[in-house]
C-alpha cells in the first residue's frame, strides 16, 4: 500500500501550478502565468483525484475479500497498473479539456465473486465516488485559507467543483458507471444481464447526451454547485476558475 512515486510526480505538478497560479497577475484577466497555472492545478489534481477514486474500490475490495488488487498493484496508486492507460486517463483528461466535463476514468477490475457479500459489493462501487465528494469538501476547507482574488483561490475553487460533478455523474444508475455497480448485486438476473450488454457504450451515450443536450448537462451543474456552496464552496470563483481553465473558449 505504498503510494508509488508516479502519484508523488502527479501532485509535484498540481503544487507547481499552485504556486504559478498563485503568483499569476490576476489583474491582467487570463495572464499566460496565471492561465498556465490553473490549467496544471486542476488537470494534475483531477488526474491524482481519479487516482484516489480507483483506490477508493480496490481498497474497499481488498478489505471485503478480494485480496488479488493488492497483486494486481491497484494499491500504490499508480496510474500504470490500471486496465488501460488511454480509457482511464488520456481520454478522460481530453474531454476535461474540452467540455469541462469530467468522464469516468481509470478502471480496476474487482474479482466480486471473492466478496463477502452484495453490501460489500455495492460499498465497493460507491467508494470511488464518495473518494470524490470526501475530496471536494476537503478542497472546499482547504479554498477558506488561500487568499481570495489569487489563482490559487479560483483553481482550486473550480478542482473542488469539479469533484462534486464527478460525484453525481459516477453514481448515476448507468451501466458502466458506479451507481449502477452499487444496485447490480440486488437487481435480477435479466436485468444484470442488461447492463452487460450495454456496459461498453452506455457511460458514452450518457455524455453524448451531456454535450449535446445543454438542459441536461446545466441540471447536473446546478446539483453540482448546490452541494458545493453546501459544503462552503464559492460559485463565483469556481466559475472564474473554470473561465481561466477553458481559456481557449
Known amino acids: 500500500m505504498r ?11 498540481a503544487v507547481a501550478g499552485g504556486f504559478l497560479a498563485a503568483y499569476g497577475d490576476i489583474s491582467k484577466g487570463r495572464d499566460p502565468m496565471l492561465v498556465a497555472g490553473v490549467v496544471l492545478l486542476v488537470l494534475a489534481g483531477w488526474m491524482a483525484s481519479l487516482t484516489l477514486h480507483e483506490f477508493g474500490h480496490a481498497f474497499v475490495a481488498f478489505r471485503g475479500g478480494d485480496h488479488d488488487v493488492a497483486h494486481k498493484g491497484y494499491l500504490t496508486l499508480d496510474v500504470r497498473h490500471y486496465a488501460d492507460p488511454v480509457l482511464s486517463f488520456v481520454l478522460p483528461l481530453i474531454f476535461l479539456i474540452i467540455g469541462g466535463i469530467p468522464l469516468p476514468g481509470g478502471a480496476v477490475w474487482i474479482n ?3 466478496l463477502r457479500n452484495r453490501a460489500t459489493a455495492s460499498w465497493v462501487s460507491l467508494a470511488g465516488p464518495l473518494s470524490n465528494l470526501a475530496a471536494g469538501a ?17 483553481g482550486l475553487s473550480y478542482l473542488a467543483l469539479l469533484q462534486i460533478l464527478t460525484f453525481l455523474i459516477n453514481i448515476l444508475p448507468v451501466p458502466g458507471l458506479d451507481g449502477w455497480g452499487a444496485l447490480e448485486p440486488y437487481l435480477s438476473p435479466q436485468a444484470r444481464a442488461f447492463g452487460a450488454r450495454v456496459r461498453p457504450w452506455a ?3 450518457l455524455f453524448a447526451l451531456l454535450f449535446l443536450f445543454r438542459p441536461v448537462s446545466n441540471l447536473l451543474w446546478t446539483i453540482a454547485e448546490y452541494i458545493y456552496n453546501g459544503l462552503g464552496g464559492d460559485s463565483y470563483a469556481g466559475g472564474l ?4 481553465f477553458l481559456f481557449w473558449k
Open 112 to 114: 466480486r465473486g471473492a
Open 138 to 154: 476537503a478542497l472546499c476547507l482547504v479554498v477558506t485559507l488561500v487568499p481570495m482574488a489569487t489563482g490559487l483561490y479560483f
Open 3 to 13: 503510494p508509488s512515486p508516479i502519484f508523488f510526480g502527479i501532485l509535484a505538478v
Open 241 to 244: 476558475g473554470q473561465a481561466l
Open 203 to 205: 457511460p458514452l451515450a
